[in-house]
């Protein structure tokens, strides 16, 4: 039987990962071998139903291109899916320098309960032993922070209720990211997911967080790694 190939074009990676899943429904529940490719490395496994799934497909940030093989039958529907939970780490466990000062926020600052705060010029937040998964590149990072910072007095000529952080990792060049009003006072939580090159695989990444001007950043609560 001539074997069937089928290209999925345009497969959009979340974040450099070993960790998607392939859901597919085909037209037949032979015993067979099919194979995924992705790249330049390939999935193969054993299915005996029109239905299955194909796990730890390695995908980077942005678009992709798969290509599934299947010696009996041509899919139905595919699903692509990352359902992994980040790793998370709490800003309060990081190495603080300068006037930065960590609070314990009671019951708000979720999810951790606690913030970095006082973000001020030539402050810092590093974080060592940060995961970059099997493959390491570009992640997808949630940074978890608040500001409140509603800017009454200047909100009608050139102010603003932004507040910054550079995020860099592994001493790469920081790169600088505008966090908005989350919530309606210093203790409720937003998050905003930024995109952030530069890590190595395995948990040996260094991430540090600082202000970059003389306005003071946002308070850290903490940030997800999508590996």
């Known amino acids: ?11 959009y990676g979340i974040t450099t990962s070993g960790n998607y899943t392939l859901s597919v429904t085909s037209s037949s529940s032979k015993r067979r071998t099919v194979t995924l490719y992705s790249g330049e490395t390939s999935v193969s496994q054993t299915v005996s139903s029109a239905t299955y799934t194909i796990s730890s497909i390695p995908l980077q940030v942005g678009q992709n291109s798969l290509r599934l093989s299947d010696p009996a039958s041509r899919p139905v529907s ?7 939970e980040p790793s998370y ?12 000062k960590s609070v314990n926020c009671g019951g708000g600052c979720l999810p951790t309960g606690s913030k970095v705060t006082n973000m ?47 995020l860099s990792v592994n ?21 905003l997911d930024v995109l952030v090159d530069g890590f190595y695989v395995g948990p040996v990444n260094e991430l540090r967080v600082e202000a970059p001007g003389l306005d003071p950043g946002a308070d850290l609560v903490g940030f997800a790694v999508y590996t």
């Open 89 to 100: 780490y709490s800003a309060v466990t990081g190495i603080l320098q300068g006037d930065v």
């Open 171 to 191: 001493g790469r060049e920081p790169r600088r990211w505008s966090f908005p009003i989350s919530g309606g006072d210093w203790y409720e939580t937003g998050r």
């Open 1 to 11: 039987m001539r074997e069937i190939r089928i290209t999925f074009d345009s497969v």
């Open 120 to 166: 001020t010029i030539g402050s810092s937040v590093t974080f060592g032993n940060v995961s970059g998964g099997v493959l390491g590149g570009t992640k997808l990072i949630g940074i978890d922070y608040i500001n409140y910072d509603v800017a009454l007095a200047s909100a009608w000529t050139n102010g603003t209720n932004t507040r910054n952080f550079t």
């Open 78 to 84: 595919a699903q692509l899916t990352y359902n992994v």
